[in-house]
């Protein structure tokens, strides 16, 4: 007998095949594992023992198990382990409910090594994903990072708003909320955001402890000095020198500072934590391609079974409209099949006996039996699957500047704050320790960086509205920064340098009937047909004030035409195949005419009456007018472009002619697709794909920046990085002149920053009091750095006037 289990806990092949050999270790049992979806089939003579399994499993690691089974409406259910298992020791139950929720880097900085929590990533600094998180989980960590965000706003507001209202002693925010209130006011409402963005501290001692300084040092470095020095100066006011503070020894408190960097940094996260949302939808959707069951043929007729039944070399029957299960071979019947998942053409393909059929495609309007051939995670679906989920996985994180300067800029401050506390404590006035501990601190504060802070997300997050007017939604960062480098543009062609629906262009009529007529003629045979080309008849018919005929013995001829008596005669639409088939003769002048038009990439199909031609159709996938335009502003760029296609050789041609492209790789499945991307990426090119179906996305997720159509299909959307609302390659050109603005703006931004830190820390370091006895007062820093935080604010608005 078969058991389907669920294995929580499988992140990469490599648990696949330590589950897999756990598994078939237990006596009497032959199991096999899926890592997309996470599931076990285990035969065995008898049904096995869930605590035995669980046992094994424990023994390599972190993963439970629970059996899939069926209720009593037929619907798939759960039982078993999940958050309590059998201990691999003992006969003893051990809650090992943190086995399943691990955390690992998705950069895999560290190889496979896991964390209890989300502290994040050592090495990059990066956000951690749980491992085996179902779709649900990541919407879950993308809601609960939302309501932090939420919280955290609701708090820096107001703290912002009393800090800055209150910068002078006699400002009329005392009249309503007296200073010493306004500060403990303060202090209350930043203790909430710093518990919530806690693991940013912990990400800064990490960093500090593997002395793999990042972002995070800076930010835990500067927040952590602000808060500490805040919290002293508000109970031990006496500790702080005159000289440091303002007028009516008023002390400014560096609240606000620690408040907003801390909500910045985590706005950051939480667009992060979307865009794994966003990588999880699309394998979810990617999932949802393949059907749950199968119909398998028995000698005892026809049985439905789960898709994970199914064995190499069953044979299975495939119902019209219904999607093929695994990848096989016909060996009954015959049909067409729409395989423009992953073609990405949507001309159906003609299948006969021998043929070979992917998982995941539709079958037409014919039933016909498949011999398994391969299952599982061998199918062709299954492999895009797991291209997609390691591609986007597999890009190095991004190097921000910021963090490039804060591996040298961290150890400096830290330098000269010990160098500050040292000079003054045995170089300073009475009372040393005071003076140097002052001092010393506000070297700390004044690195603290809140401008820096603001730089990057401040534009991006203007840049992508600016995007979002001219229809092009970005999900990240890293898009806007990488697509201005762009040396090569890979292009899909169907949907993405055409209309990728195929039409009805003309009728060429070759007799004494009219083309007016033809197209009525084919048009009301057309009514009965399920051929996706059949509407552009009908359609063409309508906008001509047409009406349709009435159709006797319609029949759909798999792989030939159709055909029908309308009006009396046999009317027969198809191609030589067909016309061969009913003894229709085609004259040379005309098979030249049709191989004029084939050459041009278009489709013909024939046309007779009884048994003579009286016309053909031609059918055509226009070239969008915006993609001339597009591509010549690219090339004049000096972006090399390809066109990837997995359309036929002839047609990719002719539609590059067309369009001036000279590199045209055609007729290329997704896994061609991706290693193309891969191949230029060895070479060191920054590579842009944009394109719209689903055999592009492994490739949309590899590339350097993937773009989608946003008329094309969800998996595509969700694996790209940028989506394109309108259709069409002009919003490239857009994207890169976005990308060329805001990169732009976020390095004058930096400059901002800081120029700041290297005026402000020598000053607060009191190299000025030797010769004008002035320290900094925090008032002025507070000042100062509000003047650094507009200036780098309102140099990032001005991207709403930048013209792409």
């Known amino acids: ?65 629970q059996e899939i089974y069926r209720d009593a409406d037929g619907n798939e259910q759960l039982r078993g382990i999940e958050h309590h298992a059998v201990s691999a020791y003992t006969n003893e139950t051990t809650d090992v409910s943190h086995l399943g929720g691990k955390y690992i880097c998705p950069m895999r900085c560290e190889g496979e090594k896991v964390y209890d929590s989300n502290i994040g990533c050592p090495v990059c600094g990066m956000d951690l994903v749980q491992i085996g998180a ?140 979307r865009a794994h949302s966003k990588t999880n939808k699309a394998i979810q959707s990617l999932l949802e391609l393949a059907p749950t069951e199968a ?21 299975l029957r495939v119902k019209p409209g219904e999607k093929i299960p695994i990848d096989g071979i016909v060996t009954e019947g015959n049909s067409s099949v729409n395989e423009s998942m992953i073609t990405g053409e949507p001309i159906p393909v003609s299948k006969k006996e021998n043929d070979t059929v992917i998982a995941g495609t539709v079958n037409g309007n014919h039933s016909f039996v498949i011999k398994a051939e391969k299952i599982g995670s061998e199918t062709l679906l299954s492999q895009i699957i797991e291209m997609v989920n390691k591609a986007s996985h597999s890009r190095a994180p991004i190097q921000k500047v910021a963090d490039k300067i804060a591996s040298y800029f961290v150890p400096v401050v830290i330098g000269i704050s010990v160098l500050t506390f040292i000079i003054w404590k045995f170089a300073g006035p009475q009372p040393g320790y005071s003076y140097a501990f002052a001092n010393a601190l506000a070297v700390l504060i004044i690195a603290c960086p809140c401008a820096l802070g603001l730089a990057t997300p401040v534009s991006v997050l203007v840049g992508i509205g600016k995007g979002a007017q001219n229809g092009i939604l970005i999900k990240n960062a890293e898009a806007l920064e990488n697509l201005h480098k762009t040396d090569i543009v890979v292009t899909d062609k169907t949907g993405t340098l055409t209309e990728g629906k195929p039409s009805l262009e003309k009728i060429i009529a070759t007799d004494s009937i009219s083309e007016r007529e033809l197209l009525q ?39 030939k035409g159709i055909q029908g008596i309308v009006d009396g005669k046999k009317v027969s639409l198809g191609n030589i195949a067909l016309m061969n088939s009913n003894k229709v003769s085609v004259s040379e002048e005309i098979k030249t005419e049709v191989e004029t038009q084939q050459a041009m990439g278009k489709t013909i199909s024939y046309i007779a009456q009884d048994q003579k031609i009286v016309g053909y159709s031609i059918i055509y996938d226009p070239v969008k007018e915006s993609s001339i335009a597009a591509i010549s502003a690219l090339d004049a760029k000096g972006i090399r472009i390809i066109m990837l296609t997995g359309d036929n050789t002839k047609t990719a041609h002719t539609v590059a002619k067309q369009l001036k492209i000279d590199d045209i790789i055609a007729e290329a499945v997704p896994q061609d697709k991706l290693k193309i991307i891969e191949n230029l990426q060895r070479e060191g090119k920054k ?11 492994p490739a949309l ?73 002035i320290l900094l007062s925090p008032m002025i820093a507070a000042v100062a750095m509000s003047f650094s935080s507009v200036s780098v604010i309102s140099n990032a608005l001005r991207l709403r006037r930048l013209k792409i």
């Open 701 to 773: 997720a590899q590339a350097t920046v993937g773009i989608a159509m946003g008329t094309g299909t969800d998996v595509a959307i969700e694996s790209a990085q940028i989506s394109l609302l309108k259709g069409d390659m002009t919003g490239l050109i857009r994207a890169i002149k976005l990308s060329e603005g805001v990169m732009k703006n976020i390095r004058q931004n930096l400059f901002f920053a800081f120029i700041y830190n290297i005026v402000g820390i020598p000053i607060a370091a009191g190299i000025l009091y030797p010769f004008l006895g």
């Open 521 to 559: 003629l084919t048009a009301s045979l057309n009514q009965h047909s399920e051929h996706p080309l059949g509407q552009s008849f009908i359609t063409k018919a309508k906008d001509e004030n047409l009406n349709l005929i009435p159709v006797k013995l319609f029949s759909n001829i798999t792989g």
């Open 687 to 697: 590579v842009t794909m944009i394109g719209d179906g689903i055999n592009d996305a």
């Open 1 to 65: 007998m078969k058991t389907r289990y669920k294995i929580n806990g499988m992140s990469c092949d490599g648990c696949r095949t330590k589950v897999e050999g756990a598994l078939n270790s237990s006596d009497n049992v032959s199991a096999y594992v899926t890592l997309f979806p996470p599931e076990a089939i285990i035969e065995s003579n008898k049904k096995p023992n869930t605590a035995t399994l669980q046992k094994q499993l424990s023994k390599v690691g972190n993963y439970t198990l």
């Open 295 to 315: 119909i398998l043929v028995t000698e005892k007729g026809d049985e439905k079974i789960a898709i994970e039944q199914i064995e190499k070399g069953n044979l």
């Open 134 to 273: 179902s779709t649900e989980d990541s919407e879950e960590e993308h809601r609960k990072m939302r309501q932090k965000l939420i919280l955290a706003t609701a708090s820096t507001i107001p703290v912002f708003a009393l800090s800055m209202l209150g910068m002078k002693h006699d400002s009329f925010i005392y009249t309503i909320i007296p200073h010493e209130i306004s500060n403990y006011l303060q202090l209350a409402l930043t203790l909430p955001v710093v518990y919530i963005t806690r693991t940013y501290f912990q990400r800064a001692y990490t960093s500090f402890k593997t002395w793999k300084l990042n972002m995070f040092s800076l930010i835990g470095l500067g927040a952590g000095a602000a808060l500490v020095y805040s919290i002293i100066a508000l109970f031990f006011p006496n500790i702080i020198p005159e000289e440091m503070k303002g007028e009516h020894g008023m002390m400014h408190l560096y609240f606000e500072s620690v408040t907003v960097i801390l909500t910045l940094v985590l706005l950051g996260q939480f667009l992060e934590a």
